[in-house]
């Protein structure tokens, strides 16, 4: 089973990445074929609203989305992980979501198949510093809409609340055994 990751933390080996990784782990012992996307070594335009897309649903914008959306479009699962910026996901993921407006064009306009494959389904994974009740909530409803979007189901989600130093996520095994977790179900299930 083919599962895209995207990471969307610029900070390497950070919070956002181990738990990546860790669901990653679990994936793949249950026969998850992987492949993590890093998005701060991509080169994304955000969205210029040119609408070249209404035409045929494909993005005119030429850069590295270019690779991005047919693994997109063919990934069996997916799993977005970012870290809370200023109450919203990284703006590295979201140059992501928003250039998915042209798949959002060729479901609800085009009334094309955005993807061949049927059934799909996706997890998000998300951390930050501080531990508000409503912290995850406006994510929630983005990664919610985005998956909607690509025809993506949003079956798993696993967010974490203070932490904030480089990598300290670390020290919660059981958060590190909820994402392994996280990945395993996300294939078995
Ligand atoms: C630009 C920026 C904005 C942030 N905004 C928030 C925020 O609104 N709420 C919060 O709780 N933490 C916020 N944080 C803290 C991060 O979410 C936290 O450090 C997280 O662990 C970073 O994950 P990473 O190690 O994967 O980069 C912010 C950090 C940065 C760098």
Redesign the pocket.
């Known amino acids: 089973m083919k599962v895209l990751s995207v990471?969307g933390?610029?900070?390497r080996?950070?919070?956002?990445?181990?738990?990546l990784d860790e669901a990653l782990r679990g994936a793949s012992d249950h026969g998850g074929s992987c492949e993590k996307v890093v998005l701060r070594d991509l080169k994304i335009t955000p969205c210029l609203e040119i609408y070249k897309c209404a035409e045929d649903g494909v993005c005119a914008i030429k850069d590295d989305m270019q690779d991005l959306f047919p693994k997109i479009e063919q990934a069996q699962r997916l799993i977005i992980?970012?870290?809370?910026?200023?109450?919203?996901v990284?703006a590295w993921t979201k140059a992501m979501i928003d250039r998915c407006q042209s798949l959002w064009v060729k479901k609800y306009i085009l009334k094309l198949p955005v993807s061949p494959v049927a059934d799909r389904k996706g997890a998000f994974i998300?951390?930050?510093?501080?531990?508000?009740k409503k912290?995850f909530d406006g994510v929630r409803l983005t990664i919610k809409y985005f998956f909607d979007a690509i025809d993506v189901s949003y079956s798993h989600e696993l967010f974490?609340?203070?932490?904030?130093?480089?990598?300290?996520?670390r020290k919660q095994e059981e958060v590190l055994q909820q994402a392994y977790e996280l990945g395993r179900r996300l294939v078995v299930e």
Do not use: C, H, M
């Not at 080996?13 to 738990?19: K, R």
């Not at 992980?81 to 919203?88: D, E, G, L, N, V």
């Not at 998300?126 to 508000?132: F, K, P, Y």
């Open positions: 990471l933390s610029p900070r080996g950070g919070n956002t990445e181990i738990l992980a970012s870290p809370i910026f200023f109450y919203t990284s998300s951390v930050a510093a501080t531990r508000g912290l974490v609340r203070g932490v904030d130093e480089k990598g300290e996520v």
